[in-house]
């Protein structure tokens, strides 16, 4: 079982930034494929941004084109931490943002319990 803590959303005007952080529980954390998704108010849940472990220390990051050269996925094995920095944020990137893991397999299979982001225009 792993667990994942969300941390770093808030209120936020547009132009700005914030960096969410997702703290993930268990000894192999540098082998689990890491997302970052959001849900709008009315709108599916959606795939943000992902860093994917593709074998050995090589990972491999995906983001939605929406978020492309705004928002940086990273993590930092050592903290088993995984980090979406947002910046150029805009009213539209409102939404409750989950971290989400998939451990040997390619679904994703454990939720945070999301965090609020909200940027005021």
């Known amino acids: 079982q792993v667990q994942l803590v969300e941390s770093g959303g808030g209120l936020v005007q547009a132009g700005g930034s914030l960096r969410l952080s997702c703290a993930a529980s268990?000894?192999?954390?540098?082998?689990?494929?890491m997302g970052w998704f959001r849900q709008a108010p009315g709108k599916e849940r959606e795939l943000v941004s992902h860093?994917?472990?593709?074998?050995?220390?090589?990972?491999?990051?995906y983001y939605v084109d929406s978020v492309k050269g705004r928002f940086t996925i990273s993590r930092d094995n050592a903290k088993n931490t995984v980090y979406l920095q947002m910046n150029s944020l805009k009213p539209e990137d409102t939404a409750v943002y989950y971290c989400?893991?998939?451990?040997?397999?390619?679904?994703?299979?454990?939720w945070g319990q999301g965090t609020q982001v909200t940027v005021s225009s």
């Open positions: 989400a893991a998939a451990v040997g397999a390619t679904t994703y299979d454990y």
């Open positions: 268990g000894r192999t954390f540098s082998t689990y494929h």
């Open positions: 860093i994917r472990w593709t074998g050995g220390r090589t990972y491999y990051a």
